[in-house]
């Protein structure tokens, strides 16, 4: 790409992006977090600090024989919530039954409790710290536990929001180095997902086909930004990323994320581990952020997209212009950052997802040069 400043609208959020490759050239906007990963005395996520923290909602353990560790992932409510907790009893839409919205006099000091469900998902017993030290088998562990902690919470009539997302790294907003993801669950919608709803809706009516299936293949016709485009999932660098080297994963079957089988959440387990392997080629030990989306009002909206997955390297901060003009500035162009991912790509390691390499075959995810092709074929 040219070294020329360029804006691009990103029209699902309304709002536009301005890159700036030159600014690339400022060592500090590049800044890996290069924190150290020792393990911390008495960390209340390994195998043996149970005591530490709330009773487990739910516990996966491994079906080998020969493993004597009573759990492989862990999912317990987190001790410092960001929400109160929602009791099962509860009616009101706030949260809790004795504190309903409080309206002022005033239009500016409207206020309301907040309940709902803010979860830990501790992914491995022992002390990692990345994704990219797990097997595909602890990944799909992993994946399970948000397919049962999902569904289990969308029983709640009262929740319209969940959110999966894993801070990796201090500038990503990490606490806990030991390998961990969390789930949020909310009785209201952010403004932000009201906007995409409604944004979402307003291109169905007036075209007939869903925003999300329209966008991958406009993105598919055009190449420049696909990483991966497989039987299951389509990744690629938005166009109008607002973080370098953002990738984004979506699926092509409009099935929700709590009901992937097997297969293709086995695929889906070793995407994600290829994917942190190529960002520990390119950018080693930077910090990032991997949020799962999971709509709940999709299918009513003709959105196309039960639920896709950001992936997002923490690696320039947010300073005043942005702050000032609700405008991402990106140093990085999306079609260098989907290069940069697709040249550290790896095949996939079959043996260890621990299934028949026949079964798994269809699967295979594509690089760069095989993407023209099954676009051709499709």
């Not at 999300?212 to 039987?231: K, M, N, P, S, Y």
């Not at 660098?237 to 979506?250: D, G, K, T, V």
């Amino acid at each position: 790409m040219a070294g020329m400043s360029e804006s691009r609208y990103d029209w699902l959020n309304d709002r536009w992006v301005f890159f700036a490759p030159q600014r690339a050239e400022r060592p500090i906007e590049l800044a890996a977090d290069s924190t150290a990963h020792a393990q911390p005395h008495g960390c209340p996520f390994c195998i043996g600090q149970e005591w530490q923290t709330p009773n487990p909602l739910l516990q996966i353990a491994t079906p080998e024989p020969n493993c004597h560790e009573p759990w492989q992932v862990r999912v317990v409510p987190n001790r410092f919530p960001a929400i109160d907790r929602l009791e099962q009893n509860c009616t009101s839409p706030c949260g809790t039954a004795d504190k309903a919205p409080h309206h002022s006099a005033s239009p500016f000091f409207n206020r309301q409790s907040m309940g709902g469900h803010h979860e830990v998902v501790i992914e491995s017993p022992q002390h990692l710290t990345s994704w990219n030290q797990l097997s595909v088998a602890q990944l799909d562990r992993v994946l399970q536990a948000f397919q049962q902690r999902v569904a289990a919470l969308r029983q709640s009539p009262r929740v319209r929001y969940l959110s999966i997302f894993k801070n990796s790294g201090c500038d990503a907003g990490a606490s806990l180095t030991h390998v961990h993801s969390q789930v949020i669950a909310t009785p209201v919608q952010p403004p932000s997902w009201e906007q995409m709803l409604g944004r979402c809706h307003e291109f169905f009516q007036a075209t007939g086909v869903g925003y999300f299936q329209r966008w991958i293949a406009e993105e598919r016709g055009q190449q420049q930004r696909v990483v991966l485009d497989d039987r299951h999932f389509f990744v690629h660098c938005p166009f109008a990323s607002p973080h370098p080297f953002q990738l984004m994963i979506q699926p092509h079957a409009a099935t929700p994320f709590e009901s992937l089988g097997p297969s293709t959440r086995s695929s889906l387990a070793q995407l994600l581990k290829s994917a942190v392997t190529s960002l520990q080629c390119f950018l080693p030990d930077v910090s990032y952020n991997v949020l799962i989306h999971l709509p709940t009002d999709a299918p009513s909206i003709g959105w196309s997209a039960p639920w896709w997955i950001e992936w997002t390297p923490r690696l320039s901060k947010i300073a005043g212009f942005e702050l000032a003009s609700q405008c991402a500035i990106n140093p990085i162009f999306p079609e260098v950052a989907a290069e940069a991912w697709r040249k550290h790509w790896p095949q996939p390691d079959r043996g260890s997802m621990g299934i028949d390499s026949a079964e798994t075959e269809p699967h295979s995810l594509q690089t760069s040069s095989q993407v023209a092709s099954t676009a051709e074929s499709q």
